[in-house]
C-alpha cells in the first residue's frame, strides 16, 4: 500500500514553490486544452529557459515526480517524467497516445533547428 502524507507534512514541504521562478506563469508551465504540437513546442521551450535558471529546480523536479504531476516541472512534461519511472500511470492520458504525440513534438522540434 502506497504512503500517504498527511496534508500538514505536504504544506510545510512545499514552501520551496514560493521561491520558484515560474511563479505566477501558469500559462507557460500547463498547455490550453487542445494545444497543437507547435504551439506545445514553443511554450515548453520558454518553461525549459525559465526552469533552468529556478533556484528550487530540485525540489520542483521531485515534487513532480512523486505526485506524477501533469504540466511543465523542473525540464520535464509528463511524458519525460513517464519514461523515468513507467510503472507510475499518467493520470487523464493514455500512454500510447501520449508517446504518439511526443514522437511527433520531437519532429517539429528538428524541423524548427533545420
Same mark, same amino acid.
Given at each position: +500500500?502506497?504512503?500517504? #502524507?498527511?496534508?500538514?507534512?505536504?504544506l510545510h514541504?512545499?514552501s520551496w +514553490?514560493? *521561491? $520558484?521562478?515560474?511563479? &505566477?506563469?501558469?500559462?507557460?508551465?500547463?498547455g490550453?486544452?487542445?494545444?497543437? #504540437?507547435q $504551439?506545445t513546442v =514553443? /511554450?515548453?521551450?520558454?518553461?525549459?529557459?525559465?526552469c533552468?535558471q529556478?533556484?528550487?529546480?530540485?525540489?520542483?523536479r521531485q515534487?513532480a /515526480?512523486?505526485n506524477m504531476?501533469?504540466?511543465?516541472? $523542473? &525540464?520535464?512534461?509528463?511524458f519525460?517524467?513517464?519514461?523515468i519511472? !513507467?510503472?507510475? *500511470?499518467? !493520470?487523464s492520458?493514455?500512454?500510447?497516445?501520449?508517446?504518439?504525440y511526443?514522437n =511527433?513534438?520531437?519532429?517539429i522540434?528538428?524541423?524548427?533547428?533545420?
Open positions: +500500500m502506497r504512503h500517504i #502524507p498527511k496534508l500538514k507534512n505536504i514541504n512545499a +514553490m514560493d *521561491k $520558484a521562478s515560474c511563479k &505566477g506563469l501558469t500559462h507557460i508551465f500547463f490550453k486544452y487542445a494545444e497543437r #504540437p $504551439a =514553443r /511554450r515548453e521551450a520558454r518553461a525549459k529557459s525559465i533552468s529556478c533556484s528550487v529546480f530540485k525540489q520542483c515534487y /515526480r512523486d504531476e501533469l504540466g511543465y516541472w $523542473a &525540464g520535464e512534461n509528463e519525460d517524467r513517464y519514461l519511472s !513507467p510503472s507510475h *500511470k499518467i !493520470p492520458v493514455h500512454a500510447k497516445s501520449l508517446k504518439a511526443s =511527433r513534438l520531437k519532429s522540434q528538428e524541423n524548427e533547428h533545420e
